[in-house]
């Protein structure tokens, strides 16, 4: 099987309804939202995903199938920052008490009536690759969910380097 990558184009600015532009005039507002800054540790995707649980709790109209949707995907974003983000810290392994020097993740959750933001920003400027992963693959199928799983998916610069990559999941 011959594997196909594709680029996303980045935006040139925050998505309507980001976190980024909540206090431009004409943005909308979400319902709630919520904000999460983890250390880009192996342990980053599992507490991402009981956050967005917790979260998705304290929201009305989200069924049980898009709270599982939601969490795989802040699952396979905030796992895609963690793994762009050590390229940019290769130097060691990271014990607690070094964790000043590693790169951050953040997460923004953001429930609107008709749908979820779901924003990921890290240190990488490096372009999400959606690739077409072989069956046997151990690697390379998180984009694919996220495209799957999302009405709309991508990313754009962030203010302070690196990138947010963003997935909009529709609400039934």
Known sequence: MIAITVSVRPLSQPVPGSLLRARMTGSPRPLI???????AMDSAPYWARQYTRRFLAHCSGITQDTAEAAQLLVSELVTNATRASARDFPSREPSYSDQAGLAVIGLSLRHFPDGLLIEVSGS????????DAGHDAENGRGLMLVDALSREWGYFPAP????VV???VSLP
């Open 33 to 39: 939202d919520g904000r999460l800054r983890l250390s």
């Open 124 to 131: 990488s400027p490096e372009p999400p690759v959606l690739a």
């Open 160 to 163: 302070d380097g690196g990138k």
């Open 166 to 168: 963003y997935c909009l």
